[in-house]
């Protein structure tokens, strides 16, 4: 009954089925594909009941350290707007009403009170939404991380891998690998899909290594592209979740969705960062981070690491929440 | 037009004609605390630009040296649940969605895909959520910090003091005080308010002393008390307001919305540390943390400062955001 | 993962486990409720396909009947206002906000257009908002009119009996039986329910007969008792639902929510007229009609029958609507 | 503050500056189009006080005789589909979530209660929703209808010309102007604003002739037009609304916004329609219905008048309403 021909997709700018086209040849098999999610796959690596997934590679340890990062007292912001204004990236876009403005301050009730008050909503997966995706956001096979079925979450919200699980915050050392500073080249195409040995090209180059327990944001340069808001982006190859696995990131993150865009509508696999990482490691994403300033400030203090606080909302069976991700020098 | 016999208050749980008993005696005179004001006023102290208020108080060496608070690696969200339940203290309950859920979780668009998505709303201000008081959220006399006008807050968003000055996160040490603890109490009774000799009974109890640009964090026990959520909550007394001046406070917080509830209606200071606060000293608040776990970690570790990083939603105009604070130890 | 304990009843003012009390007796055994749920189901009545119910029993004849019955020249509303104050019988207020004020009325883009808007939200169903239940509102054992199962009802939207069914309004004539009035009281307990005989004796009274096709609207007097607003509502006995169904009526309406508030939580059959009309009869319901000016213009013109109009919005895959049902004299 | 560089018109699909051309020529001098504001300007011709306008024209008599139209017992809606679909003319699109899906019926408290639910929100103005346009829509100058002041639409409500003027419905006599199908065209083209001369040529062509009181609606064929949905919509020409004063209409409706689209936006009066009809007769639009159907069944008939019905919501300071009128036959 509803109109699914026309139907708008809930998480990116495609719509009905106007965008059939590959990002050229596929970039794995799908059976390079499937093998690859075995390998990473850490089912029962922490317990059945565990929700966390990759954030158990961040210990006490691991917080202290990133703390011994605060040197200049300086911090920055990884955060986009609250994307109010409707555009190719944004068909849903986010509400802000002002309930009740300055000239309307006076409470009926209070004659002394003079206020104003808003209301802010927001569907916040999407291409523009700077959010955390929690581990109940991404499905294979109708599993979830750790084996948990789809049918965990409901309309009243999800009774497992919620985004409650970084309810305490997600803190520790952040490392930004600035991709076109480290290859030479203003941004990303949009058709490229970033390898692990460009990563490693980057961590070379930047003088930054990779570690357990780290959160890693790769900038692709999106916000920089002409062109940019056009619904193409760069995205990371599915190597990089082999890559990820090994090193022990915590959480992986960038100022594009992670994954190319438009998706590969032709593969079983159109997301593969997003299904390799959210269901087969356990790790959670941070999507559209604006890394402008931030590429910025390591350039000037010529330092890519710094201690890096994630806050999400406590949504109680929530699958996600929109982010302000605090870098901290 | 508007039935505003019959008018609910935006912010509390005030509801028409039916409160109009004040909190006892009028805690201080009006034209005392119309002294205090003037008293405790940084308009221009900044320059007549500024938007930030005291939050200039945190530089990068406060920044610096509240990072060298984490020892034990531990954390600790200060922020209560989302609040979607509706209650007599949450007359507008926060809306959680689930606009497509796991039985539901294939994209029509793209067979490979299977994810699920919500949709959060709220007007955040209010009794219940956790956020942050931007300095646009107060008038006096239809002036706001720094004497913008009320004018300034308009329907498309504020133009100026909006959330915004907090864009790159609100970081340094933060203290807590727990007052009951300190006082011998389970929890501050709702008429009481809390004042500057309490406070200072409590550093001196607690072996803690609030300095220039802390963030400062006041527990009242409100979530412990018997018939908790009926809409009384204990304050501090608007002689606070003046303390935190001398002590170069750069925010305050309480787990409860700092001025007691119901506000003072036959007040022509309803809201008397609001006022103080957001309008004249330029400090925004942090409304209804959660202090319950975070008094008990600092028991635990005999030490009431830590970390702590607020980053609120980079809402363009906004009156402020929920938030959730993270005490990092 | 959800706080369930606390969980608040998305359709009525129930609290979690705070109002366990039945409504006196039983009204009617549980073998009694399912005999008379056999008798009343229609299902396959006008094929298998059906999703209109009881709809069915308007015809072209009906309509044009039901114009004749426009002599005055005079309408009225039998809807409530938008409901946007909170209150006991309204945990999840609707929202109105102004987007753009008159004070802020030039576009940007736009010289010389002047403009105000705004956005209004609603979760129609519960107790106070005038609106429609469609057939897939309601179900028993997991099925809803005409034997389809509840899973038809997904999270993006039911794929049948949606109100759709109705798009193009449901036009006949209105029926307004005024209890208080042919009871000579002034309004009708919360804890009784109305009966079969109470209907036929209003009949009489006011000189009117409920017929085929019928839109039937039961004023119980809700809005002028003492106490209006508490959660408690008179409704009509299950037995009603045989009645109605003899009479072929088409659509049920009341001032109320036609079961009595709060609903009876030891009984297997919270809802019964819910139960019995939408899920067994595919009979439509108008719950919290204003009833007060109607039954005043009636009363006046001394006639009980006119023609009315209910016109839902077009909601694809939607479990009802709010409306404005229009009496026209 | 606000990025009102890449601002999105709120009601159309204007964005920032892309879209300056003007519709060829300029329809009417701005000389002209002040004359004619003055010509049909009803400020005080029902007093000082009216909200109503042209609904003035409509009276006992009219719904008595309108209601005599009603012969075959036939209805159609005029709505199109609640709008959750984005689109290039739907930047914000309207919101339908289901908050309780079928597989999730069961109430916890509610043992025997199996419900679902869903919420609706909608900011209704702009090219896609059927709506009711409230005389404090529109401004000129600052004044609305009557002479009343802008800043009467406050963030609270407006407190003058709202949508509650048309609470008990609008109820006459329906006519619809098939405009492609009297000029033997398939549909009007964007360019094109309809005269009077051409309403008039439909009349003779279809047998009808627009009254006092009458419900006007135009059908320009919009959602047939290939390229449908790409923000260009044929319009009704400025000397309509004199022609539609001499005629004493009461309301104006169309397929489209009745205003051309993209708006001039070279012109002092961008939207003349709007502004003459709005604002100087006191005269609500009826936008974006959907009148396929009901040409159709007009023709079917051989007739072009009928009854009409139109229910807007009961918005208290609302700017307008989502409205599904429904024609009678």
Same mark, same amino acid.
């Given at each position: 009954?509803? %109109?699914?021909? /026309?139907?708008?997709?809930?998480c990116?700018?495609?719509?009905?089925?106007?965008?059939?086209?590959?990002? !050229? @040849?596929?970039?794995? /098999?799908?059976?390079?594909?499937?093998?690859?999610?075995?390998?990473?796959?850490?089912?029962?690596?922490?317990?059945?009941?565990?929700?966390?997934?990759?954030?158990n590679?961040?210990?006490?340890?691991?917080? %202290?350290?990133a703390?011994?990062?605060? #040197?200049?007292?300086?911090t920055?912001s990884? /955060?986009?707007?609250?994307?109010?204004?409707?555009?190719?990236?944004?068909?849903?876009?986010?509400?802000?009403?002002?309930m009740?403005t300055?000239?309307? #301050?006076?409470?009926?009730?209070?004659?002394?009170?003079?206020?104003?008050?808003?209301?802010? !909503? =927001?569907?916040?997966?999407?291409?523009?939404?700077?959010?955390?995706d929690?581990?109940?956001h991404?499905f294979?096979? $109708?599993l979830?991380y750790?084996?948990?079925?789809a049918s965990d979450?409901? /309309?009243?919200?999800?009774?497992?891998?919620?985004?409650?699980?970084?309810?305490? !915050?997600?803190?520790?050392?952040?490392?930004?690998l600035?991709?076109?500073?480290?290859l $030479?080249v203003?941004?990303?195409?949009?058709?490229?899909?970033?390898?692990?040995?460009?990563? @490693?090209?980057?961590e070379r180059?930047?003088?930054?290594?990779?570690?357990? &327990?780290?959160?890693?944001?790769?900038? =692709?340069?999106?916000?920089?592209?002409?062109?940019?808001?056009? &619904?193409?982006?760069?995205g990371?190859?599915?190597?990089?979740?082999?890559?990820?696995?090994?090193?022990?990131?915590?959480?992986? !993150?960038?100022?594009?969705?992670?994954?190319?865009?438009?998706?590969? #509508?032709l593969?079983?696999?159109?997301?593969?960062?997003?299904?390799?990482?959210?269901?087969?490691?356990?790790?959670?994403?941070?999507?559209?981070l604006?890394?402008?300033?931030?590429?910025?400030?390591c350039?000037?203090?010529?330092?890519?690491?710094?201690?890096?606080?994630?806050?999400?909302?406590?949504?109680? &069976?929530g699958?996600?929440s929109?982010?302000?991700p605090?870098?901290?020098?």
């Open positions: 009954m509803n %109109a699914l021909n /026309s139907w708008h997709c809930d990116c700018s495609v719509t009905g089925i106007s965008r059939l086209e590959a990002i !050229g @040849e596929l970039s794995a /098999s799908e059976s390079e594909l499937q093998a690859l999610f075995e390998k990473v796959r850490n089912w029962g690596r922490w317990g059945s009941d565990d929700q966390r997934g990759t954030l590679h961040i210990g006490p340890a691991e917080i %202290a350290r703390a011994a990062l605060v #040197r200049e007292g300086r920055v990884l /955060s986009r707007p609250f994307p109010t204004q409707p555009g190719a990236e944004n068909p849903r876009p986010a509400q802000h009403f002002m009740v300055g000239e309307d #301050r006076h409470a009926p009730h209070l004659p002394g009170m003079e206020a104003s008050f808003d209301y802010i !909503g =927001i569907a916040f997966h999407g291409l523009v939404c700077t959010h955390l929690a581990l109940c991404i294979r096979d $109708g979830m750790n084996g948990r079925p979450v409901k /309309s009243r919200g999800a009774v497992s891998n919620s985004v409650m699980a970084a309810r305490d !915050g997600i803190v520790g050392r952040g490392v930004l600035d991709m076109p500073r480290a $030479g203003d941004h990303i195409e949009p058709d490229h899909l970033v390898t692990p040995d460009e990563l @490693e090209a980057a180059k930047l003088g930054v290594t990779v570690a357990k &327990g780290d959160i890693l944001t790769v900038r =692709i340069g999106r916000d920089v592209r002409p062109g940019n808001g056009d &619904g193409r982006i760069a990371l190859h599915p190597h990089v979740a082999g890559w990820l696995h090994e090193r022990e990131v915590a959480v992986l !993150g960038g100022d594009g969705p992670n994954d190319a865009m438009p998706p590969n #509508r593969s079983a696999w159109p997301n593969p960062i997003h299904e390799l990482c959210l269901v087969g490691m356990g790790m959670q994403l941070l999507d559209n604006d890394l402008e300033r931030a590429a910025k400030l350039a000037e203090l010529d330092r890519w690491s710094f201690q890096i606080v994630i806050a999400p909302l406590l949504i109680e &069976g699958t996600g929109p982010i302000n605090i870098a901290i020098f």
